[in-house]
């Protein structure tokens, strides 16, 4: 039955198993955070490979690295797994603080960083002059 139902009725659906407490939001986050969709995954790939300044790999057999992202992404289940829920986690945390809802508008708001930044290693003294703007 459940593929069958249009989104529109799935929304519904969980909206009402809400409002019933038959199903708690958490639930519903929870379980969204279990399946995510194909563009968020790729978002948090985005993140992930911008953001993770951890080791990811070792050169001594049997030494784990500090980030295990990318094993992970050698198991068939790896969404459910430690760093990809973390980085899933940290993703949709950055995505709200800076209002970004898609994989094109987070592609530009780190383009717009990088350009950003690059200018600014060309001003001498800009390390300094942002701490005084930002304090």
Request: hydrophobic letters at 50%; charged letters at 30%.
């Given at each position: 039955?459940?593929?069958t139902l249009s989104p529109e009725q799935t929304k519904a659906a969980l909206a009402l198993?809400?409002?019933d407490e038959?199903?708690?939001?958490?639930?519903?986050?929870?379980?969204?955070k279990?399946?995510?969709?194909?563009?968020?995954?790729r978002?948090?790939?985005?993140?992930h490979n911008s953001m993770c300044k951890d080791q990811h790999d070792s050169e001594q057999e049997g030494v784990k690295p500090e980030c295990e992202y990318h094993q992970e992404d050698q198991e068939p289940n790896c969404w459910n797994q430690y760093e990809h829920q973390k980085w899933l986690d940290k993703?949709?945390?950055l995505l709200g603080?800076?209002?970004?809802?898609n994989e094109k508008e987070l592609?530009?708001?780190f383009q717009t960083v990088n350009t950003t930044l690059t200018k600014l290693s060309q001003i001498k003294g800009a390390r300094k002059l942002l701490e005084l703007l930002l304090a």
């Open positions: 039955m459940i593929e198993l809400i409002e038959k199903l708690s939001a958490e639930d519903l986050a929870e379980a969204v279990r399946c995510p969709t194909a563009e968020v995954k978002m948090v790939d985005i993140v993703t949709t945390e603080e800076i209002d970004v809802a592609l530009n708001a």
